[in-house]
Structure formats: structure tokens, C-alpha cells
């Protein structure tokens, strides 16, 4: 079995990314191994973060792993230190967390360091290209997976985007897993009681931080389209990274004021649980993506989901089966949506989901992610 360090979010950082390394964590050392996670001291410098808070205000710590709070993505002191106490602990790799190209300069330097004393670096890229392009990407991009002996995507979309920046033959495209640390499903009458949600309209949730490319607004189109279905409300649960005035006037513009139940908030880890739970059809109507952690919470608690038909959302999501997987305008949307509650299809496809979401199994991915470190070792 292996020493592992996983370099990323943990808590008191909130967020999927967070989550995800913590359930990696302790998904690894239930496997047998010896895993722990680096996270930062600083993520993002608060100019850059667009949101309230980078951390969890819950104040309710993971007991079950250990996390050390060492990186400052803009001091390269910071990059040295953490670099020096992986060495001296020995492990026998690390796996890097790289979402956005703003990281690379502090973990492609740490990457670098770790490399030259026998440690080999493997790296999650859930993204190589951003959503929302800035100066430097690729060069950021670039220092980075240079730094690195071995890959995992989570979507076929990126693995294109990878082999862009390296031709190596170590790496993986392995299903995203499960968001399984949010408990369990509840009754959905006592979820929208909870929440204080209509118990007679039929319920499609929106979920996560609201930026452009998420295409808020064309489900906004969609909930016009469906003007003649005033029993489909839309719930939107997440905050906004932008400014959400474009998002309220389109409301007004198309009258359905009284249809868009807005929680704009970060909703936190506890209070998941019940917007799952309350939903009857979680959609995704991304103008872009690699991607989604939110899927897989739909897995979780086994909720029908649509898609847009962009980036890897359409590996996730098969269409007709557990959810649907359409084109991104509003229209589409609104089709899709029409068509799940006009022809009942929710039990067909709440079955669909429960079959589907055994592929997405954490046991998998680390024994995936292990057998990578295998053959490189090789």
C-alpha cells in the first residue's frame, strides 16, 4: 500500500472541489492506504474571488482525514515549504487537484521540486482550457502539466484539450464519482416544507454558482417557453458570481415572477440534501463544460437530470434513460422539460439513474488512479 498526498481544496475552503478531495481521501485510505491532503492557507487573493467567502462558515470539520493548510497560491516562499515537507514525508506520490490555469505557477513549481527526489506527480486536470478564458492560460497551463508524470480526466473533452500540451502515454479518462457526504435522501414533502417550497407545483431545481457559461438565462428562455405549464416552478439554489440584475429583469420581462423561486446563496453542505430531496428534475443548461460535480450529486440521491449537449455533460447523463441531453437554447430546454412531466416519465427515469450510478463508484476511481502510479512506476 501507498503514502499519498492529494494538493487541493480541503476544508475550511468550501466548495465541490473541497468535497471532492475529502471523499477522495478517505476513499483511499479505506482502500488501505496512507492518504492526506495539502490544501491552502490562500486560494484565490479576495480581488480575484468573486463571490462572499472562500470558506466553510459551518465551523464542522472532517474528523476522518488530515489536512494540512500550507499553500499560498501567490508566495513562492509558500510553494518551497510545502514542497520541502513532502519530501520529507516520502511519499510515494501526490495527485494534484488543477481546475483553473491561475494555479499553475504555484503548483507546477511545487510539481517540479517534489519530481527531482523520485516522487511521482499525477494530477486530476478538471480543466486545462477555462471556461472563461483570461491572458496566460496556456502559458500557466503549460508550466504546469510539464511538471507532471501522469493524467486523469473526467471527461473526454478534456483529455482532447490535454494531449494539446502533452503526448505522454500515462494517462486516464475515469468516470467522476459520487458526492455521496450529503446524507441521505429525505421525503419530499418534509424537504419542501423545510424549505419552504410549494408542495403542489412540480419542482425543477437549478443548483450551484451562477456564472454565464452555467446559461442561467436560457433556462429563464425555457421557463417562457413553458408559460402554458404554470405548474412548473423553477428553483434556483446558488450564488451569484456575476451580477444578477440581467437574470432578474429577464424575470420580469417574461412574467414569471411568481414561477422562479430564487435562493441566491451559497448553499451549504447540510442543506444540499434538502434541494434534492424537493426536486422532481435537476437541469443543467450549460453553454459550456467539461464536466459537472452536480450530476453526480443528482446520482446521489437518484434525481432525473437534463443536460445540455456540450463538453462531457452528455457522457454523464444518457439520454432517455436518466434524464435528457438537449441542444442549448431555451426551446430545447423547455421541450425536454415539457416532456418529462406531460408523459410521467420520472419513474422511468429515477430508475434509470439508480441503475446508471453504480458505474460511479469511488472504489473504482482510487484503484484507477493507483494502477496509473503502477505503470508509470514500471
Known amino acids: 500500500m501507498a503514502k ?20 477522495f481521501c478517505d476513499a483511499f485510505n479505506k482502500q488501505g492506504h496512507d492518504c492526506e491532503i495539502i490544501s491552502y492557507s490562500l486560494q484565490y487573493p479576495n480581488f ?21 493548510t500550507l499553500i499560498n497560491s501567490v508566495n513562492p516562499l509558500s510553494w518551497i515549504k510545502t ?8 511519499p510515494d506520490f501526490i495527485v494534484f487537484r488543477f481546475w483553473i490555469p491561475f494555479m499553475g505557477p504555484a503548483l507546477g513549481s511545487i510539481a517540479r521540486i517534489v519530481r527531482k527526489s523520485g516522487i511521482t506527480v499525477l494530477a486530476i486536470t478538471d480543466n486545462v482550457i477555462p471556461h472563461e478564458k483570461r491572458a496566460g492560460d496556456s502559458a ?16 473526454k473533452a478534456v483529455m482532447k484539450d490535454l494531449e494539446k500540451f502533452t503526448d505522454t502515454i500515462h494517462k486516464k479518462y475515469l468516470l467522476h464519482p459520487l458526492y455521496t457526504s450529503f446524507g441521505e435522501k429525505l ?8 424549505l419552504g417550497l410549494p408542495a403542489d407545483k412540480k419542482l425543477v431545481l437549478f443548483f450551484g454558482l451562477i456564472r454565464k457559461y452555467k446559461g442561467l438565462d436560457m433556462l429563464l428562455d425555457a421557463m417562457h ?15 451569484f458570481y456575476e451580477d444578477k440584475q440581467p437574470y432578474l429583469d429577464l424575470i420580469e ?14 448553499i451549504a453542505n447540510e442543506e444540499v440534501k434538502l434541494y434534492f430531496s424537493a426536486a422532481d428534475l435537476v437541469a443543467l443548461p450549460y453553454r459550456s463544460a467539461t464536466q459537472s460535480g452536480v450530476t453526480q450529486v443528482s446520482f446521489h440521491f437518484e434525481v432525473p437530470t437534463l443536460v445540455t449537449n456540450v463538453g462531457g455533460l452528455s457522457e454523464i447523463i444518457p439520454d432517455k434513460v436518466a434524464g435528457y441531453v438537449v441542444d442549448s437554447n431555451g426551446k430545447a430546454i423547455a421541450e425536454g422539460i415539457s416532456d418529462y412531466f406531460t408523459n410521467n416519465r420520472m419513474e422511468t427515469f429515477t430508475q434509470g439513474m439508480i441503475h446508471e450510478k453504480k458505474k460511479y463508484d469511488w472504489k473504482i476511481f482510487v484503484d484507477e488512479v493507483y494502477s496509473l502510479f503502477q505503470s508509470i512506476k514500471k
Not at 83 to 90: D, G, S, T, Y
Not at 140 to 154: A, L, Q, R
Open 83 to 90: 514542497a520541502r515537507f513532502i519530501k520529507k514525508n516520502k
Open 225 to 239: 417557453e413553458l408559460n402554458s405549464h404554470p405548474e412548473i416552478n423553477l428553483v434556483i439554489a446558488g450564488e
Open 253 to 266: 420581462k417574461y412574467e414569471i415572477k411568481d414561477r422562479v423561486i430564487l435562493h441566491g446563496k451559497f
Open 4 to 23: 499519498i498526498f492529494i494538493i487541493g481544496p480541503a476544508y475550511p475552503l468550501r466548495g465541490g472541489l473541497a468535497t471532492f478531495d475529502e471523499l
Open 187 to 194: 421525503n419530499k414533502a418534509e424537504a419542501r416544507t423545510a
Open 140 to 155: 500557466f497551463s503549460k508550466y504546469f502539466i510539464g511538471g507532471c508524470d501522469g493524467f486523469v480526466t473526467m471527461s
Open 48 to 68: 480575484l474571488f468573486p463571490g462572499s467567502t472562500q470558506y466553510d462558515t459551518s465551523g464542522i470539520a472532517p474528523t476522518h482525514i488530515k489536512i494540512h
